[in-house]
Structure formats: structure tokens, C-alpha cells
């Protein structure tokens, strides 16, 4: 038995994310079917992830484990996997890892990138990946709202609603945007996030942009531990999985 | 009656071109359809676009004239086609024209992009929009290969095969060809294209860049005069029509 350790790019539109759910196909299930020719089994491996990304939530550096029995090199295992997978999945890099080692009770932390649209007229080409917000004007008052979300915090605010999570506290360790013009970028690094949470911070920060709710609001919204007081859930599709540290 | 000059971008993927085919949905039906609401009738006015973007090209900057007899501002009439358009059918544009202004007959030039991807794995955000060739090594091969094909020639060794087109000379302004590492990118401008020109052009090419063939067979493949002379018809999904000149 031994260990690989794969690192994952996938456009999320078409999945119901990457944990298996009862209505629709999952990234982790496409992903452990495209092992069965390598196993030689009909029973496929099970692939573990870092990050349960959901519905429509895109990766490019989403880190899964797999234990195997077989002997091939990791570059012949990659290239057997990739074409399997349908092209809206991609194996990017493939390498043994110590043995046991597992993509998420190991990870770290994890970086998620989040795309803005505020052209008024969103390329067909950028309809998947970005959130279209023409009436985002105010990138200033975003950055102003930020500092009240760094750190180690009781992040119950963002948290959707179902959640079981009792520990709401978590560590971000970088929140940064970058505004170039018709796109703004939200970078958000953190050891640990909370059932949309990145999505919640997201659609908080837009109505700051969007001059609906003042910068100086954001620290009232973290000490309340209240769902409701936070903003919309932003939509899946600006959402991507960067990388996984460990 | 007035005319209208309209310029739309479209991810070509799920048609079948511009042009209506019998074999499913063409984009300028369901641009055409789209004003059905503004003209309040049951007849959608004919949309003309300057070039016939074959099933899977896109477009960034194609041009499309319209007769109507509605007095909304050309805004006006931005806002209720891209509500009413998918969104991967967008107006980008849209504009006052002399009356009669006919996007196809009135055409100087048009510019078409074409990508090329050479990472050994294509990450699946490009995988709609590029050709990937990951064999693709030898760029400055493919430069040295250019010069034969620029100024007015005859390129009936670039038309595919069913084309009946008789007149198969054409001016070629500008083939550039740009090496961003991982992308390549071919940018071609000209008076008027054959059926398949550019992307008999860029398979051509990318032989020569892939090794397969030698640069300096390219003006003997334009002096044959002779489909079968030139190399593979490039895939759709790696070309855009870039813009229209007037």
C-alpha cells in the first residue's frame, strides 16, 4: 500500500461539489471512478479532499490523498487518471506521500480566491468564474472593512444557517483585494473555514462596496455571532480553490 | 425605420455557429428572437453579422446590423436584449448606423485570435477557449513560417474541401504570433477569409511548431493551390473573432 498525494483543477458548474450528495454527480466520486482501470477492481479507492468545495465552486489547487495498491510511477498514474476524467477535471500534479498522510485532517490551511465582475456588460467567456456586480463602485470602503475579519476569531456570523458546527472560531490569516478595474479579487487565506463562510464575508463586503452598508459596520457584524447579521451568500461561481498548505 | 449596429461576444460551445443550420440552435436565431419583445410582433427583424463564425468559434467582437421600426435609445435596447439573451450571448455594443448599414457587405476587415495551449495538462478554465498541443516546441519555427502567407494571395490551399467558393484570393494584413510561455497566441487580420482559412492556416503552423513539418514548405503549400497540400483544419473552440472594421 502507499500513499499518493494529488493536487486537483476542476471548473465546478456542472458537479454538486466535490463530497458526494443525493442530487447529482460529485467531483470526488468522478475522480475515485477514474482509478477503477488503474486498480484493476471494481471497487474504486477512496479519495479524500482538503476542502469540501460545494455546488458550482471551481479549484485550482484542491489537494486529495488515495491509497492504492498498485505500482505505477506518478506521472503514469496522472496521465491514466486525466484521460479518464472528463476535461472539466484535471489531476495537475501527482507524488507519493508518506504513508497515511490524509489531504484533510493534515491540511493547514487553504487559500480561496474570489472573482468580481463590475463591468456593466459580463464577457460570455467570464460567466462562470466571476460574480457579476456592476453596481460595485466603493473598493476603498471594502479594504476599510477588513481589518474587524483578520485574525483569530468567532467567525458564527458567517456561518450559513444549517450548520452543525459548534467551534465557530477561526484564523484568517490574509484577507487582501486587488482591484484592476473591471475586476476585483478578493484573496483570503485562513487554517480552517466555516460552511460558506468565505461566500458570506464575499456578499458582506459587496454591499460595503456597493455603498448599501458602511465599512465601520463589519466589527457590530463579527460580535453579534449571528447569521442574520451579516450579508447575502455571494453565488458559487466566483469562488476557487487555490492551494492547501500543510 | 432606423439601423442598428450592434457588437456581441458569445462562447460559441453550444451552437452550431452564427448561421442557422438545421442541425440545432445558431447564435443569430437567438439574437433575432431576442428582439421579439422590442418589436412587439410576432416577426423577429433579421440580424446580419458581418462574419459566419463556424459551431464552437466565439467571438469578442463580432458585428451584427439590424433594421427596426422602435424609437428606444440604443441603450434601451442593450438592456432588453442581454435580459432577454443567455449569458453566454452578450451585446457589448450598441449603436445609431446610416440606414442600410449592413454588418457582412459593408465589412474592410476582420481580426481573429487563435490560442494555443502547450502545459502538459490544460487547466480545465481554458479548456473551451484554446487548442491545447502540448507538443507544441518550436514557436520560432512557426514565426519563420509566416511570411508567405501575409499580403494578397490565393489561398485555395487554405479553403476546406466542400467550400464552393471560386474567387480564392485574399489579402492577409497582419499574422503575428505571440509566445506567453504556456499560451501561445496567433493573431490574424484580413480582408476576407476562406471556409476554414484561419484554422487551416493555424494547423498548418502548429506542424511546423510541433516539428512535423519544415517552415520553408509553407510557400510551396500556398503555391499548390491545393487543399490537401496544407495541414489538419485546427479545432473551433481555440478561435475568436476578434473585431470588424469598417
Known amino acids: 500500500m502507499r500513499t499518493l498525494k494529488l493536487t486537483l483543477a476542476y471548473d465546478g458548474t456542472n458537479y454538486v461539489g466535490w463530497q458526494r450528495q443525493a442530487n447529482g454527480t460529485a467531483i470526488q466520486q468522478v475522480v475515485e471512478d477514474a482509478f477503477l482501470p488503474l486498480v484493476g477492481d471494481d471497487c474504486a479507492p477512496g479519495v479524500a479532499g482538503a476542502g469540501r468545495t ?4 471551481h479549484a485550482l489547487g484542491q489537494v486529495a490523498s488515495v491509497n492504492i495498491d498498485v505500482d505505477y510511477a506518478p506521472s503514469v498514474v496522472q496521465r491514466a487518471l486525466n484521460i479518464r476524467l472528463p476535461p472539466d477535471i484535471r489531476v495537475v500534479t501527482t507524488e507519493e506521500a508518506p504513508l497515511g498522510f490524509h489531504a484533510r485532517f493534515h491540511a493547514q490551511a487553504k487559500s480561496y480566491r474570489y472573482r468580481l465582475a463590475r463591468a456593466p456588460v459580463l ?5 462562470s468564474f466571476v460574480w457579476h456586480v456592476p453596481g460595485l463602485r466603493d473598493v476603498d470602503a471594502m479594504r476599510q472593512a477588513l ?11 458567517f456561518q450559513s444557517g444549517g450548520s452543525a458546527t459548534r467551534d465557530t472560531v477561526r484564523t484568517i490569516e490574509r484577507l487582501e483585494i486587488r482591484d484592476d478595474g473591471d475586476e476585483v479579487t478578493l484573496d483570503i487565506d485562513g487554517d480552517g473555514f466555516l460552511r460558506h463562510m468565505v461566500r458570506i ?4 463586503l459587496v454591499e460595503v462596496g456597493c455603498g448599501l452598508r458602511a465599512a465601520g459596520t463589519v466589527a457590530a457584524i463579527v460580535e453579534a455571532r449571528d447569521r442574520r ?10 469562488l476557487t480553490l487555490m492551494a492547501v498548505r500543510y
Chains 1, 2 share one sequence.
Not at 460545494?54 to 465552486?57: F, Q
Not at 481589518?147 to 456570523?157: I, K, N, T, Y
Not at 464575508?201 to 458582506?204: E, M, P, R
Open 54 to 57: 460545494d455546488a458550482g465552486v
Open 123 to 127: 464577457l460570455p467567456f467570464e460567466r
Open 147 to 157: 481589518a474587524p475579519l483578520v485574525g483569530r476569531r468567532d467567525f458564527a456570523s
Open 201 to 204: 464575508i464575499v456578499g458582506t
Open 229 to 238: 447579521a451579516a450579508g447575502p451568500t455571494a453565488p458559487p461561481c466566483g
